[in-house]
């Protein structure tokens, strides 16, 4: 019988060893020979649009057809909204990553790490027309001349109602001030057992909210000068009504709501009112049918002077960090993207609006039914919200018409200033849903203020002395 | 017979090259793990020092030294204070509510029954998950609209008209009232740990001598004189090991907490580490950041001095 050959720890180790090193090098072998096939590439990360399609049938597709055109081999990769912060933040720190990063909110506190977008703008205004004065502020630090990212679009955060739930309370065509939240919903709350869903909780969609409050009362954060106003008559009427909502209106789930929060409990008819996109409305129609006709659309809530002021719901920024060895390609792109954002309205379902609304529309099959007589941005955008193309059959096409001139309500994070860092740490940090949600819990309106204001003023004069940030107080 | 060009290991071992040189070796079989630590430890340890004394932002990481500032600033911020509270009392009330059970869990499958490796498999699952999609799971659980555990309150007749017990309310809004949010973060970290200190409780139980446990019985020790003089003291050093590493895990964890609430409602299940994701990631200040996950610092390397001690205790054991 053939005796088995033993393997000496000699050799063990040289294999092993040896397995280890061509391991490693491997990659660098087989790799850069696949790489070195395009002259020029452009790596864009961009968040998971909240709608599939837009991804999946559009923007990989197009992105990739400009990159074909223009001798690029461009790499879109897509990750969830929440890990964008993370991900820049590490990029950044290592000197090496995507050339292109879209944020869905204000990106001021990566202006040092990041191009000045100035030359873009320029380019975009001649050949666009002028962008969206929300939009610039969301993009533009005016204490250092700096466009810190370059804006093509947002989107908008009307708030959404069941019709049938506030026809039974007598009020057909939904709120038009605050106050009906609490005389109407709180009726439905009581008498049809539904309850409201504005978010008191620690994420976005509740940050939203307690500022569009604050904004309808004629009050705000900062003023248009960079100083901290946080703490006057106004914001705690503002918290003291949010209490009074609470009470009369809604249920303790405000305490934990999410970023699905809106579509779940508007799916599942346990909400008669919510603030969101119109995502949560375009889930209904695909997922129930008959809640999706029963959701109509209203503007900016009035506050008690007559002020009504919503926060967009999502603003698109890119940046292009220092470190990118692809600046023209990255820029080209942008522009392109502008001139081309009526496909990206189409294929968003309208959850995209453009920056620029004077851009004209390109000649050609633009893959959706040609609008008669729109030349601009703003006409198929007028067109569209008049008559929605993505309506179910039977269903109202004219429900989003309230939204046209949805630019004129809509407004920054950080009005009547600009979207500044220190803004960003407050609005990451959660310091309005939880003041707001402090006066609901009980506590007094005026402590909740001034505890948010003692947060408050101290992110501002951090980031003041960054000299990041204007105001003195 | 060998032959002269097939050298014995003898004849290698005579040349002296490094692959037979016993300490040369070790050194370097145990040069990648050395490597490894340096690098995925030691280096962001320094990194964090250097951060937690400067100013740096994630949007500009340069390193400008400004004193103990940031120590300062996160002591008067008072969800720090909070947050810092909060991780111990968690981290607390987590570990003995795994002790107990996990003692428990440990003796039950100490015996024989039918199923017992059913038993064991189910008990091990929540270690085998990853982290992130188990507390998912429960995020689900604990769902104000859709929430598994309020159905069957409502089935039970406990929740949902006046009379019931849990009130008249359709949900129990469990990451929405303070106290059932902060219970939620404390379940889901029991669960998550538990089926590793049951593990550890089980092989500290199998290792006690049985002529022991005899000796006792024959000499009339009850049950309970038994577990207080026999099996916890001879257990404790195994014990206190799973003890020490539940704490590490359940301190230092982000997870929970950032699925289950994002530290909500009002800050009131917010620990060390989310507050230093949101201030030093989220909210740019990296600085504020490092500093704050600092202090977890001392607590851990207190917990890893206990643990090494009580590891040799255990082998002398």
């Known amino acids: 019988m053939a005796k088995r050959r033993q393997i000496t720890r000699r050799e063990f180790v040289k294999a ?60 879109v990769d897509h990750i969830n909204l929440a890990e964008i912060p993370s991900r820049t933040a590490a990029e950044v720190a290592a000197g090496q990553g995507h050339d292109l990063i879209e ?59 069941r019709k049938s739930l506030w026809e039974k309370a007598g009020k057909g065509d939904g709120p038009v001030v605050w106050e009906d939240l609490i005389a109407y919903g709180g009726k439905i709350k009581k008498e049809q057992g539904i309850q409201l869903g504005i978010g008191l909780s620690q994420e976005l969609d509740s940050n939203m909210a307690a500022r569009a409050l604050l904004w309808s009362y004629d009050t705000s954060i900062q003023d248009e000068n960079e100083n901290v106003v946080l703490n006057n008559p106004k914001t705690v009427e503002a918290t003291a009504y949010m ?20 579509n779940q409990a508007l799916i599942a008819g346990r909400a008669s009112y919510i603030l969101n996109s119109i995502s949560a409305y375009r889930s209904a129609q695909k997922e129930v049918p008959e809640i999706a006709k029963d959701i109509y659309f209203t503007p900016a809530l009035k506050g008690p002077r007559g002020t009504g002021f919503h926060s967009e719901h999502v603003i698109y920024g890119y940046i292009i960090p220092k470190y990118s060895k692809n600046v023209d390609s990255s820029k080209k792109f942008l522009l392109h993207l502008v001139e081309n954002y009526d496909q990206a309205m ?75 860092p220190a803004e960003g740490e407050v609005f990451a940090t959660f310091v309005l849903p939880n003041m707001m949600a ?13 505890q948010a204001e003692l947060l408050t003023k101290t992110i501002f004069a951090k980031w003041r002395q960054k000299g990041l940030v204007g105001g003195k107080t | 017979m060998t032959s002269p060009s097939n050298p014995t290991p003898l004849a290698n071992a005579d ?62 911020d008072p969800v720090f204070r909070l947050a810092l509270r909060n991780t111990f009392v968690f981290t607390l009330l987590s570990q003995t509510i795994v002790i107990v059970l996990s003692r428990v869990l440990a003796n039950a499958l100490l015996k024989p029954f039918r ?102 019985e024959v000499d009339g020790a009850s049950p309970w004189r038994r577990t207080l003089m026999i099996t916890i003291p001879l257990t404790l050093p195994i014990v206190s090991i799973a003890f020490l590493f539940g704490v590490v895990f359940t301190f230092t964890d982000l997870v929970v907490v950032y699925v289950l609430t994002r530290g909500g409602p009002v800050h009131t299940t917010q620990v060390l580490s989310s507050w230093t994701f949101f201030k ?32 040799r205790r255990t082998e002398v054991v």
Not at chain 1, 52 to 57: G, H, L, M, Q, S
Not at chain 1, 127 to 156: A, D, E, M, V
Not at chain 1, 438 to 450: F, H, I, K, S, Y
């Open chain 1, 438 to 450: 402090n006066a609901a819990r009980g506590m007094a309106p005026q402590t909740a203020v001034e």
């Open chain 2, 15 to 76: 040349r002296g090259g490094i692959l037979d040189r016993e300490g040369a070796l070790a050194k370097l079989l145990i040069a990648p793990a050395v490597f490894y630590i340096a690098a995925m430890i030691g280096a962001p340890f320094v990194l964090a020092l250097l951060y937690s004394l400067s100013d740096a932002t994630t949007g500009d990481p340069g390193l400008r030294l400004i004193g103990f500032q940031n120590f300062r600033a996160a002591l008067a």
């Open chain 2, 280 to 311: 030093g990631i989220e909210g740019g200040d990296l600085a504020q950041g490092a500093a704050i996950s600092l202090f977890m610092f001392p607590v851990l390397a207190v917990v890893a001095i206990f643990i090494l001690r009580m590891a």
């Open chain 1, 16 to 75: 092993a060893g040896l397995g280890v090193v061509a391991a490693g090098v491997a990659p660098t072998i087989f790799i850069p020979r696949q790489a070195r096939g395009a002259s020029k590439e452009l790596k864009i990360l961009v968040w998971s649009h909240f709608v599939p399609r837009f991804d999946k049938e559009w923007y990989d597709g197009f992105a990739k057809k400009w990159g074909e055109a223009n001798g690029v081999a461009v790499t």
């Open chain 1, 243 to 262: 209490a009074r909502l609470f009470k009369e209106s809604m249920v303790p789930e405000v305490f934990a709501w999410t970023a699905v929060s809106n």
């Open chain 2, 115 to 216: 199923g017992k490796w059913l038993v064991r498999f189910l008990i091990m699952l929540p270690w085998t998950a990853p982290i992130s999609l188990g507390t998912i799971g429960w995020l689900w659980m604990f769902d104000s609209i859709f929430s598994p555990a309020d159905w069957v309150l409502r089935y039970l007749g406990l929740l949902g008209t006046a009379s019931s017990l849990f009130g008249g309310q359709t949900n129990m809004y469990w990451l929405g009232i303070p106290g059932l949010a902060i219970s939620s973060v404390i379940l889901v970290n029991v669960w998550r740990i538990l089926p590793l200190a049951t593990v550890i409780q089980l092989a500290g139980l199998s290792s006690i001598p049985k002529d022991l446990i005899e000796a006792a």
């Open chain 1, 103 to 161: 944020w869905i909110q204000p990106t001021s506190q990566f202006e040092p790490s990041v191009l000045n977008m100035a030359d873009v703008v320029q380019e975009a205004e001649k050949r666009f027309g002028k962008q969206h004065p929300l939009c610039r502020r969301t993009s533009y630090n005016p204490n250092t001349n700096y466009f810190y990212s370059f804006c093509p679009g947002w989107t908008i955060d009307p708030g959404c109602y």
């Open chain 1, 346 to 420: 189409y294929a968003s379902e309208l959850y995209n609006s453009p920056a620029f609304f004077d851009a004209p529309i390109p000649s050609g099959n633009r893959g959706y039914t040609a609008v008669k007589g729109a030349k601009k941005l703003r006409d198929l955008h007028n067109a569209w919200f008049s008559s929605d193309p993505f309506a179910l059959p039977g269903e109202d096409k004219g429900k989003l018409a309230v939204l046209k001139d949805a630019e004129k309500w809509s407004t920054n994070i950080g009005y009547p200033g600009p979207a500044n």
